[in-house]
């Protein structure tokens, strides 16, 4: 036991020396492969149609997003001193890190929304590193740079097998709802189309915090199926919605097309971009279900495409994102449509 306590708290009394390298290691080799993949990225810009697939999907990749993390870790524990402990192993590897993505944040290389998305997994991977390499280097007593050079290059062999994958096609449905105490002719009112929202109406939300715009208002060119509803967003982010199901005081469905076209490139991130080849809002839903005790539950349900080599961990983000921005719509509409059955006679 008391082994276990030296060994946690060693990181304190091993050389200093030893922690600056280690770290110094893995920020040398994390900053320098993440300047070329994203340089390698940005090529797409300026180079033919067929470069575009090859050169976007570095970013977007296991060996980027996973792998690079894991060998900065490896390297910040194989150089990091004889001596270091759990501590060091888990933590370190985060310096390099926050350090790498600040300054691919202050560059202009990525966005604030796609870094606070890849935080978690990037620290859990660089741990994971650093663990493995400790232990390592623990039990075979002895530091192997050939072992250290083979992690650093997994990454881009990594990348050039999945260059030969087809990014799996994931359909998501999110669904939300809200107990209105009103009548479902005033809360259809509400939902056909909602008119512009004041800053007031929305209560802060983390999806805003983190960079994602704010809902405006929905008009609707005409009521009924094929009417178009234009769903604005903060930023100039436009949702054409095409009616589809049209059921006064019951349901109201529509497909989604985002205008891409319009979007800045200030408003969303690249790799998380509505209508790009990663991300997409497919279908929308508002259901109408009468309770006995004469309120109403409002469901709001939209359907989603996800198409990622890595759906699982995406797929967490976007359905909490898109749960958020959908719960924070139906609270403006449930405290319109409140206030509206209290004023009608």
Same mark, same amino acid.
């Given at each position: 036991?008391?082994?276990?306590?030296?060994?946690?708290?060693?990181?304190?009394?091993?050389?200093?020396?030893?922690?600056?390298?280690?770290?110094?290691? %893995?920020?040398?080799?994390?900053?320098? !492969?993440?300047? @070329?993949?994203?340089? &390698? +990225? $940005?090529?797409?810009? =300026?180079?033919? #149609?067929?470069?575009?697939?090859?050169?976007?999907?570095?970013?977007?990749?296991?060996?980027?997003?996973?792998?690079?993390?894991?060998?900065?870790?490896?390297?910040?524990?194989?150089?990091?001193?004889?001596?270091?402990?759990?501590?060091?192993?888990?933590?370190?590897?985060?310096?390099?890190?926050?350090?790498?993505?600040?300054?691919?944040?202050?560059?202009?290389?990525?966005?604030?929304?796609?870094?606070?998305?890849?935080?978690?997994?990037?620290?859990?991977?660089?741990?994971? %590193?650093?663990?493995?390499?400790?232990? !390592?280097?623990? @039990?075979?007593?002895? &530091? +192997? $740079?050939?072992?250290? =050079?083979?992690? #650093?290059?997994?990454?881009?062999?990594?990348?050039?097998?999945?260059?030969?994958?087809?990014?799996?096609?994931?359909?998501?449905?999110?669904?939300?709802?809200?107990?209105?105490?009103?009548?479902?002719?005033?809360?259809?009112?509400?939902?056909?189309?909602?008119?512009?929202?004041?800053?007031?109406?929305?209560?802060?939300?983390?999806?805003?915090?983190?960079?994602?715009?704010?809902?405006?208002?929905?008009?609707?060119?005409?009521?009924?199926?094929?009417?178009?509803?234009?769903?604005?967003?903060?930023?100039?982010?436009?949702?054409?919605?095409?009616?589809?199901?049209?059921?006064?005081?019951?349901?109201?469905?529509?497909?989604?097309?985002?205008?891409?076209?319009?979007?800045?490139?200030?408003?969303?991130?690249?790799?998380?971009?509505?209508?790009?080849?990663?991300?997409?809002?497919?279908?929308?839903?508002?259901?109408?279900?009468?309770?006995?005790?004469?309120?109403?539950?409002?469901?709001?349900?939209?359907?989603?495409?996800?198409?990622?080599?890595?759906?699982?961990?995406?797929?967490?983000?976007?359905?909490?994102?898109?749960?958020?921005?959908?719960?924070?719509?139906?609270?403006?509409?449930?405290?319109?449509?409140?206030?509206?059955?209290?004023?009608?006679?």
């Amino acid at each position: 036991m008391l082994n276990a306590l030296y060994d946690s708290v060693i990181v304190i009394k091993a050389p200093r020396k030893a922690y600056i390298i280690g770290m110094a290691s %893995g920020l040398i080799y994390g900053l320098c !492969t993440m300047l @070329y993949i994203y340089n &390698r +990225s $940005h090529i797409r810009n =300026v180079s033919n #149609a067929s470069h575009e697939i090859a050169y976007g999907y570095l970013v977007m990749s296991v060996g980027f997003l996973f792998l690079v993390p894991l060998a900065i870790g490896w390297l910040c524990s194989t150089f990091g001193g004889q001596k270091s402990g759990w501590l060091s192993w888990i933590f370190l590897p985060w310096l390099p890190i926050i350090v790498s993505d600040a300054l691919l944040l202050i560059l202009g290389y990525e966005g604030r929304i796609c870094i606070l998305m890849a935080l978690p997994i990037t620290f859990l991977f660089s741990s994971a %590193g650093g663990v493995l390499a400790g232990l !390592t280097r623990r @039990y075979t007593e002895r &530091r +192997s $740079h050939s072992t250290a =050079v083979c992690i #650093a290059l997994l990454p881009f062999a990594m990348i050039m097998v999945e260059a030969h994958w087809t990014a799996p096609l994931n359909i998501r449905t999110v669904q939300t709802a809200i107990v209105i105490h009103a009548p479902a002719s005033i809360v259809w009112q509400n939902i056909e189309r909602v008119p512009a929202i004041a800053p007031t109406e929305l209560r802060p939300t983390w999806t805003h915090r983190i960079g994602f715009p704010r809902p405006i208002e929905a008009t609707l060119s005409y009521e009924g199926a094929g009417g178009v509803r234009h769903a604005s967003f903060q930023g100039g982010l436009l949702f054409i919605e095409t009616v589809t199901n049209w059921q006064p005081d019951r349901l109201l469905g529509f497909t989604i097309k985002a205008d891409t076209a319009e979007i800045p490139r200030t408003t969303l991130d690249e790799h998380v971009t509505i209508g790009g080849p990663y991300f997409d809002v497919l279908r929308g839903q508002y259901r109408i279900e009468p309770k006995p005790d004469g309120t109403i539950v409002l469901h709001l349900s939209s359907q989603e495409r996800l198409s990622t080599d890595f759906n699982w961990y995406a797929g967490l983000w976007t359905d909490a994102v898109m749960h958020d921005i959908q719960q924070s719509i139906l609270e403006v509409v449930k405290k319109r449509c409140e206030h509206n059955a209290i004023l009608t006679p």
